[in-house]
């Protein structure tokens, strides 16, 4: 039997960060379809409903690249995006509308939407360049 390979701080590092985004996109997507959207009639609450089934359609192809990190390759790139954008889409509402209360938690929120993405870019960077190495060896 052969011994298994230990897998990369690097991969661990991404893979903790798309089980954080799973665990993110699950929870909002499934608080934003119960609430449905606070002010704005029928319109509002249809795309806000929409935009929750959205975020809990993305939470199995999270935790599936998670699950699988050492077989990925540019689809963790493409994970990163939507968690970038999200923290850009937080940083207008502030601008637009003022951050709501608690300050705190939505301030945390948009800085781990920002963190998320560079730290899973940079550490799956870190992974296959490491893999390229070993292989090339």
Not at 44 to 63: E, K, Q, S, T
Not at 68 to 75: A, D, E, F, K, M
């Amino acid at each position: 039997m052969a011994a298994r390979v230990p897998v990369a701080a690097a991969d661990t590092i991404v893979r903790v960060c798309l089980l954080l985004a799973t665990a993110i996109a699950l929870g909002d997507g499934l608080q934003l379809l119960a609430q449905g959207a606070p002010a704005g009639g029928a319109d509002a609450d249809n795309v806000h409903r929409f935009l929750a089934g959205v975020h809990i359609g993305w939470a199995p192809l999270f935790f599936w690249a998670a699950a699988t990190i050492r077989r990925q390759g540019v689809l963790v790139y493409f994970l990163a995006v939507p968690i970038f954008l999200g923290g850009v889409g937080r940083l207008v509402s502030f601008a637009r509308d003022g951050i709501p209360s608690p300050v705190g938690v939505f301030l945390a929120s948009a800085l781990l939407d920002f963190t998320l993405s560079i730290v899973i870019v940079r550490a799956h960077s870190t992974a296959l360049r490491s893999r390229r190495v070993a292989a090339a060896a």
